[in-house]
């Protein structure tokens, strides 16, 4: 049914409407960022919902165009936060590993490998931040941006696993509309190309 | 020149939404989310509870006396130590709701429903129920973000009241903050309570910070104290948003100068 009335779109209005679910999606994750509600979070953590975005995002995509997306996505979470350090890092690398990660042909496509791979690039994620919280703890010259070593690494052990659970049990939300969405369109577009 | 032709029309499209994309994601950085807070704000609103501008004020009027009299409650039996603290509690100011969390769980912020329009402005003091909260960092004009003094990025002077004894506090990042103190033998006891000293370059003195729950003077390079915030900021409402005195002084000093010269 859906996909009928799709069909009948022309490519360029179905193109511009990809891109018009893109944006939105990713909108709404921006707005998931600062809400806390019921069952989202374990000691005041939240799931990471951009990242969730990144991996569904670069999942079928090429390492290229999962950098992109995690260095869009990396200057709107910097927007939401605090430019520094910044998460273009640890998302960009995110979407290219995911992207490298080569699905298809490891791992089946379902929810629990969707779910495997946020909890891994969680962990990966927060590590990433953690590091580049020490480095800027060496390097510094305002005493605003540093931070104690040995805290930077305690905190990360709390943040890293909590934050990996809880972002691998919401990624399906993310995910699954997102790739029902993408499987249509590339459906639709597989035969004209 | 075909060729170059062709590749545009398949791919000028995609490169121009990339382009574009990334336009915006730069100004969205720069502008610190601004539009994206403004857009969370006006979704959130049938949630904060919006009412008629007279009740409105009536309401948080009564918040405000209502918060006022737990305070005063709760530190009544403390205020002979607590000397000057009824002068330098801040009177007038902006109650404002919480209407979010930090983007990131590296930072401990919090969004505010009241922004610029209220006249509320970067460096203006945060208090909830009992004690300070934050500090304002950044302003939109419906909006405003507050650095909490559970951050470990804010550090911040304090003083036992009881005996005056200083030092500064870290965040922990829960309800909890590390008091690290400049002498080597303080007078320090659990259930102190820790105020804001006149070292602190980015609050005014004498605002309550917390009680001290437990001591470890044996800690190297100087003794510890974990102090219990007065304020429960994991289930922040309601604040108090209120101009600070020392803004004018130095908006742009930095705690840890004074902490260091302290110190040495």
Known sequence: MNTLDLSRLHPFTLRLLNYAVIAGSVLFCLLLL????????????????LLIWVVAWSVRRTAVQGAIAGLILGLLQDGMTSPTPTHVVSLAIIGILTARLQKQRYIREDFISIALIVFGMAVLAETIIALQFSWQ?????SAELRRNLGQIWLYHQ???LSSAILSSLWAPAVYYPLSRWWEQISDLEQPQA | MYALRRWWDRNGLRLGMVSLALIVAWAIRETQGAAVLELY?????????????????????????EQRLVELESQNRQLQELLGYVDTNPSEGVVAPVIGRSADHWWQQVILGRGSRDGIQVGFIVSGNGGIVGRITHVTPNTSRVLLISDPTSQVGVTISRSRFMGYIRGQSANRVVMEFFDKVPDV??????????????????????????????????????????VPISSLEWVMVSPNPKMGESSEAVEQGAIDSAGN
Request: proline content about 13%; hydrophobic content about 35%; cysteine-free.
């Open chain 1, 137 to 141: 703890n060496f390097f510094a010259d």
């Open chain 1, 34 to 49: 600062p809400t806390r509600l019921p069952g989202m979070e374990i000691i005041s953590i939240s799931p990471n919902w």
């Open chain 1, 158 to 160: 709390r943040v890293a």
């Open chain 2, 41 to 65: 704000r006006g979704l959130n609103r049938p949630f904060v509870g919006d009412v008629p501008p007279e009740q409105q004020i009536e309401n948080t009027r009564i918040l405000e006396l």
């Open chain 2, 189 to 230: 006891q659990p259930g102190d309570v820790v105020s804001t000293s006149s070292y602190s370059q980015l609050f005014p003195p004498g605002l309550p910070v917390g009680i001290v729950e437990s001591v470890n003077l044996n800690k190297s390079p100087a003794p510890e104290a974990v102090v219990e915030l007065s």
